[in-house]
């Protein structure tokens, strides 16, 4: 039945492709398209995710026109225990297939990279070189004119920390509490594409399918590997031919074959390998499983929450550009969170025609700006998307609550949730209250104070949000309107992200179905996720900052972008951590047009205290919460966040703010006082302090120890460096 689908869905891709080559399809307010799910099923998720590239229609403007076909690298997948719809292939750009597991789930992906890289000539690899440099291709062409230049990466940039590499990619699920390590939620990996020779691949689906059966049913019966010889032989030994074949057969500098030995892929292998360390490369397809930890096992420290969390491409130097070309896709973890939901709005005798009706809300921003086969997609940023389609309907009847679970996988822009428009007399509307941040519920208090009727909240790249959404009992069309920005405190014109079109059927909703307003049906807070307490181990400082351009990185070039005055270097470890130690974090930014957004892997964190330097009361001088440019002390802030905090695992670090200095306090550097020295800059006989914005963070690096990242969830920033390798180690024992 799984090969039937799989050769049925083929089919389809091929035919409707050809269709959509013809017509670009980008007109806005279609209905919302809902993407097929891979579900688990007796206690296993078990599914293939494919990358695969096509000609896709891509938006480049708010408006949605121009439309153009471009080449898209996109994931597409199909779940091996039971038939799903056949993939949607209708020539629109779409998420990767929601993944829905269950707490205490084993989760099996069959990743399978079949790119054709001669779709995408001047993407360049580590073995790979191209024409030029690994990052240096100011040269590149454009494919519709190959006599025209252009230059696309900033040329100050130096590898890794470039834009390349793009037809390698990996996993990365975002939001889980599961292992950094191996077979897990590991982002180290390289998976290059399947060696292709006419159409033939290598290795084929059908092989890898046969040999990830076996790793499956081992991960099943010990847990993820922890050596790469407890895998098939046949696997390792095949992908080790298929490395050497890789690296004997690689174009440089546009010659195959000529791969210069310390390029080649196969020896770092064998270098890990020697030291019984996980290698970091393979070729065509890689057998993602773990186990999706629950606390009622008693197994473990941590569990993991139920809730809205997602997953994407991770590849250090294609990460913006994988996700902008669609790489993304929800991963719902259910449990006694959204069956406590599901059962207060259950259909009963009294209550017709309720049951709650879920949305999933895959935010993207599609773009393929940093794609060199991209001449017409420059210019402004990308439009928002909703499941792959432009300002999208969502049908609600009258009365109706509805559970939307929103994920802002966009690359760049924060998604800030403003209004609803107003119809009728009574300027009747939808309304919503927020449930849940980050894949992680509220407690009732937040509930309360924080998932209030159409309180605003601004989801940063990365950031979820799960809403209860109410429709007015009149009918009409109700637009969803957004702020984009970059920006801790969003200004500008709002946007229709969707609209909500109320509609009544024969089925009426009776009585009309409302918010929860009572502490006893609001999904119990499990025990694990109580605020965090008892001895802090250790406390760390995190700088974000944008180096000017008239500063380190040179006069007119692109700005660096560092982490505590570094950039990632791909194997240094910056921060190690004890397993079960408890850290505090204060996590700065210097950037004062860019609210870095932190995320950090495989642990989330609470949110104890936040200081945005300019909000109205902290640059008005009169006002109490001053923070005054001569005094660090006043750089703080003003009201404090009371407990219970929230979790979080993305967080937008509040952007810094510049004064000058009267020229009373000082002229030059050297005469600036001490406590401000550190944050001022003086040209021309004019200072000018920068107040950095921060927040604090508390986290436990619990149950999982290993390497694994944190980094900008702006994602170019990311793969220009502003990335950190972590690692949990053992504790010795006291
Ligand atoms: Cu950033």
């Given at each position: 039945m799984r090969r039937f689908l799989l050769i049925a869905t083929v089919v389809v891709l091929s035919t409707v492709s050809a269709y959509a080559q013809q017509q670009p399809i980008c007109a806005p307010g279609r209905d919302l398209l809902t993407v097929p799910e891979i579900k688990s099923k007796n206690g296993k998720l078990q599914g293939v995710v494919m990358l695969s590239d096509e000609q896709r229609s891509l938006a480049s403007a708010a408006t949605g026109s121009p439309c153009n076909l471009q080449q898209l690298r996109f994931f597409w997948g199909y779940s091996t225990q039971d038939p799903m719809t056949p993939w949607p292939h209708t020539g629109d750009i779409l998420p990767g297939p929601t993944l829905r597991a269950h707490i205490g789930d084993m989760v099996e992906i069959a990743f399978l990279n079949q790119v054709n890289t001669s779709n995408f000539?001047?993407?360049?690899d580590q073995g790979e070189q191209g024409k030029t440099g690994p990052c240096d291709i100011s040269t590149a062409t454009r494919t519709n004119n190959p006599n025209q230049t252009r230059q696309i990466y900033p040329r100050n940039d130096s590898y890794p920390n470039c834009l390349h590499g793009s037809s390698t990619a990996n996993l990365h699920f975002h939001g889980t509490h599961v292992t950094p390590s191996t077979t897990g939620d590991n982002v180290l990996l390289f998976i290059r594409p399947a060696l292709r020779s006419g159409n033939t691949l290598e290795p084929s689906t059908d092989f890898v399918m046969q040999q990830f059966g076996e790793v499956f049913k081992q991960c099943e019966a010990y847990g993820s590997p922890q050596q790469w010889s407890q895998l098939p032989a046949t696997w390792t030994d095949s992908q080790k031919q298929l490395l050497q074949k890789y690296d004997s057969t690689a174009p440089y500098k546009g010659v195959?074959?000529?791969?210069?030995a310390d390029m080649k892929l196969w020896p770092r292998n064998e270098a890990r390998l020697a030291k019984n360390q996980w290698p970091q490369y393979s070729v065509g397809a890689y057998p993602y499983c773990f186990k999706v930890p629950d606390y009622a096992s008693g197994q473990v420290k941590m569990g993991q929450a139920p809730g809205t969390h997602w997953y994407h491409a991770h590849k250090h130097g294609s990460t913006a550009l994988n996700v902008g070309n669609g790489m993304t896709g929800a991963f719902i973890i259910e449990g006694p969170y959204d069956e406590s939901l599901r059962n207060f709005y259950k259909e009963t005798a009294t209550h017709h025609n309720w049951g709650l009706r879920e949305q999933v809300l895959v935010i993207q921003q599609l773009e393929t700006a940093l794609n060199l086969l991209s001449p017409t997609n420059r210019g402004g940023p990308a439009p928002l998307s909703v499941n792959g389609r432009l300002t999208p309907v969502v049908s609600m009847k009258p009365n109706q609550v509805q559970l939307w679970r929103i994920v802002n996988t966009s690359s760049r822009n924060f998604v800030e949730f403003d209004s609803f428009t107003k119809h009728g007399q009574g300027g009747q509307s939808v309304s919503w209250r927020q449930i849940a941040q980050d894949g992680v519920q509220f407690s009732y208090p937040n509930y309360q104070r924080i998932g209030t009727v159409n309180g605003k909240f601004n989801l940063a790249t990365g950031n979820r949000a799960d809403l209860l959404v109410k429709a007015p009992a009149q009918e009409g069309d109700y637009a969803l309107q957004v702020v984009q920005s970059v920006s801790d405190l969003p200004t500008g014109t709002a946007t229709i992200l969707l609209t909500v079109r109320v509609k009544a059927d024969d089925k009426k909703i009776d009585p009309p179905m409302d918010f929860i307003v009572q502490e006893n049906d609001f999904p119990k807070f499990p025990a694990f996720l109580a605020d965090i307490t008892g001895p802090i181990h250790m406390k760390r400082d995190l700088d974000f900052d944008t180096t000017p351009s008239s500063g380190r990185s040179g006069k007119g070039q692109m700005p660096l972008h560092e982490i505590n005055g570094k950039l990632f270097d791909g194997h240094d470890v910056d921060q190690t951590m004890f397993l079960d130690s408890t850290e505090e974090w204060t996590i700065s930014n210097r950037?004062?047009?860019?609210?870095h957004p932190f995320h950090i892997h495989v642990n989330p964190f609470q949110i104890i205290e936040v200081f945005q330097p300019n909000t109205a009361s902290a640059k008005d001088p009169a006002n109490p919460c001053y923070a005054d440019p001569t005094k660090p002390a006043t750089w703080k802030p003003c009201t404090k966040i009371t407990p219970p905090y929230v979790w979080w695992d993305v967080f937008a670090i509040p952007t810094a703010r510049q004064d000058a200095l009267p020229s009373t306090v000082c002229t030059e550097l050297d005469k600036c006082p001490a406590d401000i020295k550190d944050f001022t800059a003086c040209s021309s006989g004019t200072c000018t302090v920068t107040i950095p914005g921060y927040f604090k963070e508390r986290s436990r690096y619990v149950d999982f120890t290993g390497q694994y990242v944190l980094h900008c969830h702006i994602l170019a920033h990311e793969d220009r460096g502003m990335m950190e390798l972590v690692q949990v180690i053992p504790a010795l024992p006291s």
């Open positions: 000539p001047n993407t360049l195959n074959g000529a791969l210069p950037t004062i047009n860019i609210a």
